[in-house]
C-alpha cells in the first residue's frame, strides 16, 4: 500500500480543523454523502461548521495532515465517512476501532449505528468490527454492539 494512504494519527476534530473539513468534504462523492446522512445533502461550510461542534468527532489524518475519514459519537449512537479515493485502505475499520476504544474509555454501555439497507459497505465493516443486527426499520437497519 503507498505510504501516504495510511493514516498516521486519529484525533478528536476541534474548530481549528474547519479548513481541512472543508478539503475533506470537496472530496467526498455524492453518494457517499448520501449513504453517510441517509439522504442526498449539498455540502456547505455552514455544514462543515455544524459537523464540528456536534457530538464527538474523531478524524484519522494522513501524512500530509489531510483529513481520510471521520467517525463521529452522538450519545451512543455512530456514523462514519471515509474520503471517496481512499476507501478499503483499512481507514473506516481503524476509525471504527477508535470510536469502540474511546467509548469503552468514557463507560458507554454500548454503542450502534443506523445504515442503509443497500449499504452493504458499512454493514460489512460494522459486522467485521462485531456489531451485530438489532433491528430494520423500513429502508434501516440497525446494528448495535454492547461494550464491557
Ligand atoms: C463504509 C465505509 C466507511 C468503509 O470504509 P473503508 O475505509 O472503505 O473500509 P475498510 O477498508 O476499513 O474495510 C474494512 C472491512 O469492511 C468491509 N468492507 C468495506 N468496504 C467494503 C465493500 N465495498 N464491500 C464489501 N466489504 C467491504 C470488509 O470486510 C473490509 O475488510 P477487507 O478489506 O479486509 O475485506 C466507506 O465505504 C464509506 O465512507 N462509505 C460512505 C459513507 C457510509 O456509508 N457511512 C456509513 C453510514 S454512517
Given at each position: 500500500?503507498?505510504?501516504?494512504?495510511?493514516?498516521?494519527?486519529i484525533?478528536?476534530?476541534?474548530?481549528?480543523?474547519?479548513?481541512?473539513?472543508?478539503?475533506?468534504?470537496?472530496?467526498l462523492?455524492?453518494?457517499?454523502?448520501?449513504?453517510?446522512?441517509g439522504?442526498?445533502?449539498?455540502?456547505?461550510?455552514?455544514?462543515?461548521?455544524?459537523?464540528?461542534?456536534?457530538?464527538?468527532?474523531?478524524?484519522?489524518?494522513?501524512?500530509?495532515?489531510e483529513i481520510?475519514?471521520?467517525?463521529?459519537?452522538?450519545?451512543t449512537?455512530?456514523?462514519?465517512?471515509?474520503?471517496?479515493?481512499?476507501?478499503?485502505?483499512?481507514?473506516?475499520?481503524r476509525?471504527?476501532?477508535?470510536?469502540?476504544?474511546?467509548?469503552?474509555?468514557?463507560?458507554?454501555?454500548?454503542?450502534?449505528?443506523?445504515?442503509?439497507?443497500?449499504?452493504?459497505?458499512?454493514?460489512?465493516?460494522?459486522?467485521?468490527?462485531?456489531?451485530?443486527?438489532?433491528?430494520?426499520?423500513?429502508?434501516?437497519?440497525?446494528?448495535?454492539?454492547?461494550?464491557?
Amino acid at each position: 500500500m503507498c505510504a501516504s494512504l495510511v493514516s498516521e494519527r486519529i484525533r478528536l476534530l476541534g474548530p481549528g480543523d474547519l479548513p481541512a473539513y472543508i478539503r475533506f468534504a470537496e472530496r467526498l462523492e455524492p453518494d457517499d454523502i448520501r449513504l453517510r446522512f441517509g439522504r442526498l445533502l449539498r455540502w456547505t461550510e455552514a455544514c462543515a461548521r455544524e459537523m464540528l461542534v456536534s457530538g464527538e468527532a474523531y478524524a484519522a489524518f494522513d501524512a500530509w495532515g489531510e483529513i481520510s475519514g471521520i467517525v463521529r459519537i452522538v450519545d451512543t449512537e455512530l456514523a462514519l465517512i471515509v474520503r471517496s479515493d481512499l476507501k478499503r485502505h483499512g481507514i473506516g475499520l481503524r476509525l471504527l476501532d477508535h470510536a469502540v476504544r474511546r467509548a469503552v474509555e468514557r463507560g458507554l454501555p454500548e454503542l450502534s449505528g443506523h445504515f442503509l439497507a443497500e449499504n452493504h459497505p458499512a454493514l460489512a465493516l460494522a459486522h467485521r468490527a462485531g456489531f451485530r443486527l438489532e433491528g430494520s426499520y423500513g429502508s434501516l437497519v440497525e446494528l448495535r454492539l454492547c461494550l464491557p
